[in-house]
C-alpha cells in the first residue's frame, strides 16, 4: 500500500438524529490511521456527493438508522455516478419486492447489480446454489445484464455455477456482526482486524454489513422498520408507508388519506425536528413499536403496530404522555 492516507467520508443523510455510531466509527477509522471527514447531521444527498467530490473521498460510509436507506443510498450512488464513481450491488432475492423501486435507480445509474441469493441462507451444494440464483435473477431479470456476478450468503460455497460469474467473496473483515449481536467485538478491534489483513495483502475486498438478522422479515427488525416509516411520512413518501400495511390497512388509508392525517399533525404541532429511540414490546399476538417523536411545539409517541406476518395493522400518532 502507499504511503497516501485512505481517506474516508462518514456521513449522515435525512431525518435520523442517532449519530453515536457514526462518530464511534469515524474515531475508530482515524485511530487506525485514515483522515476521517465527518459531515455532521441532516446531510441531503446532493450535499454528500458534493463533499465526497470536494474532499477527494477514497470511501464513503453512510450512517441511517432511520431504515431510510433505500430512499437515500440510492441518489446518493446516482449522484456519485454521474462523477464517475461506479459500484456492484448484491441483491437478495426476499428483499426485492419491499425494495424494487431501489433497482430501477441503480441499473440507470451505470452501476452493477448482483446476485446474494434467493434467501439468506447457505448454499449447500453447487445445484442448490444454481436454484437460489436462479430463482432470485427471475426476479430481477429486467434488471440484469449480460453474465449476472454472485456473492453466496455468509461467503459459503465457492462452487462455480454455470451460468453467473463468481463466486465473489472478500478478502478481510473485522466480525462487524458480533458487535451488531454484542457477542463481545468492539469497532476498534473489527478496524484493528481489517487494517491487519488490508496491509498483509496490499489491498482487498472488505466485508461489512448493514444491520440485518438472518432475513429482514422477522421482528429483530421490527424496530427499524418503524422509524423509517415515521421518517417516509415527514418525507411525503405516502406509498412506502402503505408497502408496509396489511389488505385491511391498505384498504383504510390510501395516500391521500395518509397526507391528510399528516397534514393535520404539522397544523396542530409543527414540523418533525427528531426521531428519537424507539421501544417494542408484545401485546398477544402484535408487536408493538412506540417511536418518540420531537415536533417543533410539542413532543409525541408514533406507536406501529406489527402482526405475525410482520405487516403493519396498526398506525397513530398520540401525546407523548399517553400510556
Known amino acids: 500500500m502507499t504511503d497516501k ?24 477509522l482515524r485511530d487506525a490511521g485514515m483522515e476521517v471527514i465527518y459531515t455532521g447531521l441532516h446531510q441531503t444527498p446532493e450535499q454528500i456527493a458534493e463533499t465526497v467530490i470536494q474532499e477527494d473521498a477514497d470511501a464513503v460510509g453512510l450512517s441511517i438508522l432511520s431504515g431510510a436507506h433505500m430512499t437515500l443510498v440510492p441518489r446518493v450512488v446516482q449522484l456519485l455516478r454521474e462523477q464517475g464513481v461506479p459500484g456492484t450491488f448484491f441483491v437478495l432475492g426476499e428483499s426485492i419486492e419491499r425494495h424494487r423501486h431501489a433497482l430501477a435507480v441503480i441499473r440507470d445509474c451505470g452501476h452493477v447489480i448482483g446476485l446474494h441469493g434467493d434467501r439468506h441462507r447457505p448454499f449447500s451444494s453447487a445445484e442448490h446454489a444454481a436454484k437460489e440464483l436462479t430463482r432470485c435473477a427471475g426476479r430481477i431479470s ?87 416509516i415515521f421518517v417516509a411520512q415527514a418525507e411525503g413518501r405516502w406509498e412506502d408507508v402503505r408497502r408496509e400495511f396489511d389488505e385491511n390497512m391498505r384498504d383504510k388509508l390510501d395516500a391521500a388519506r395518509l397526507a391528510a392525517g399528516w397534514a393535520h399533525t404539522i397544523a396542530m404541532i409543527g414540523n418533525l425536528e427528531r426521531i428519537g429511540d424507539p ?26 403496530t406489527f402482526d405475525l406476518a410482520a405487516k403493519v395493522a396498526g398506525l397513530f400518532i398520540r401525546p407523548a404522555a399517553a400510556p
Request: charge should be negative; aromatic fraction near 10%; include cysteine.
Open 279 to 304: 421501544f417494542a414490546f408484545q401485546a398477544d399476538d402484535y408487536t408493538l413499536v412506540n417511536v418518540p417523536l420531537h415536533f417543533e411545539a410539542a413532543e409525541a409517541t408514533g406507536r406501529v
Open 142 to 228: 429486467e434488471y440484469l445484464s449480460g453474465t449476472p456476478w454472485f456473492r453466496p450468503p455468509y461467503g459459503m460455497g465457492d462452487w462455480p455455477v454455470p451460468g453467473f460469474a463468481g463466486p465473489v467473496g472478500w478478502h478481510a473483515q473485522g466480525q462487524d456482526w458480533n458487535i451488531i449481536y454484542r457477542h463481545g467485538q468492539t469497532v476498534h478491534a473489527c478496524v484493528d482486524a481489517i487494517m491487519q489483513r488490508l496491509i498483509e495483502r496490499d489491498g482487498g475486498i472488505v466485508l461489512l454489513h448493514d444491520f440485518a438478522s438472518a432475513t429482514e422479515f422477522v421482528p429483530a427488525g421490527l424496530t427499524e422498520r418503524a422509524l423509517a
Open 5 to 28: 492516507k485512505i481517506r474516508v467520508l462518514i456521513a449522515k443523510p435525512g431525518l435520523d438524529g442517532h449519530d453515536r455510531g457514526a462518530k464511534i466509527i469515524a474515531r475508530a
